[in-house]
């Protein structure tokens, strides 16, 4: 399977505990995007990374939330001292940029969390 | 302002019928794409169709096609022969092309009835 990767699927913590995500993008896209998705909603933008250069930011994008790309390929988010507002599912997407393609992200199954 | 507008909340369509879902835009950008997501109860986002700004003609992919009409600034999926397999939620996006986030709307489900 060459698609977009996440882990984990599910993860429940305590509230107050962190969590990090992985991202493993299509391996041929430079770049890659987080979003946050709850329950009726589409998802919203957290930020978007060219390579290993994280370029954009959302301002839901709280202090507790940090995201890495050291080598432009893979990605980590994480999310310190979590609170139950964080239960989300959170997206990762990646492109290629070139080409007609390269102008469609495409998705990973999603990394879903609730905190309690 | 939303970026992208979804003003049906739900739709139900008898199977193999065809089904149009609404999606606006807004953008002062000449250069932008317009795409269609399918998010089944599993959860992952599958793109499905793909519109540029400067396209021509409608996108088509399958039994999908995108109604793009640029005056209007709407942008609304048709499904042609509705499956079983379509019940799903979709969300329309657009991504200004001089930049690099998507916005999403806040999606249509869509329910097929046997």
């Known amino acids: 399977d060459t698609g977009v990767s996440q882990d984990p699927r599910h993860k429940i913590t305590k509230r107050g505990q962190n969590v990090t995500f992985r991202c493993d993008p299509i391996s041929e896209h430079n770049r890659l995007y987080w979003y946050r998705q709850t329950l009726g909603q589409g998802p919203e933008f957290l930020t978007y990374f060219q390579n290993e250069a994280q370029l954009e930011k959302s301002r839901l994008l709280s202090d507790r939330f940090s995201a890495e790309r050291p080598k432009g390929s893979f990605s980590t988010l994480e999310i310190q001292r979590t609170e139950q507002g964080d239960s989300a599912m959170y997206l990762c997407?990646?492109?290629?940029?070139?080409?007609?393609?390269?102008?469609?992200?495409?998705f990973g199954e999603g990394s879903w969390l609730t905190v309690v | 302002a939303q970026k992208i507008t979804q003003t049906q909340p739900g739709m139900f369509v008898q199977e193999k019928e065809a089904v149009t879902l609404d999606c606006t835009y807004d953008?002062?950008?000449?250069?932008?794409?317009l795409f269609w997501y399918k998010q089944p109860s599993s959860g992952e986002m599958i793109f499905l169709i793909y519109?540029?700004?400067?396209?021509?003609q409608n996108a088509t992919e399958g039994r999908y096609s995108l109604n793009f009409q640029k005056a209007r600034k709407s942008a609304n999926l048709v499904i042609s022969a509705s499956q079983l397999g379509d019940s799903a939620m979709y969300f329309c996006a657009m991504r200004e092309l001089d930049f690099n986030k998507f916005y999403f709307g806040s999606g249509t489900k869509l329910n097929v009835k046997p």
């Open positions: 519109q540029g700004s400067y396209d021509e």
């Open positions: 997407a990646s492109r290629s940029g070139t080409g007609k393609s390269g102008n469609t992200i495409y």
């Open positions: 953008t002062s950008d000449q250069s932008y794409g």
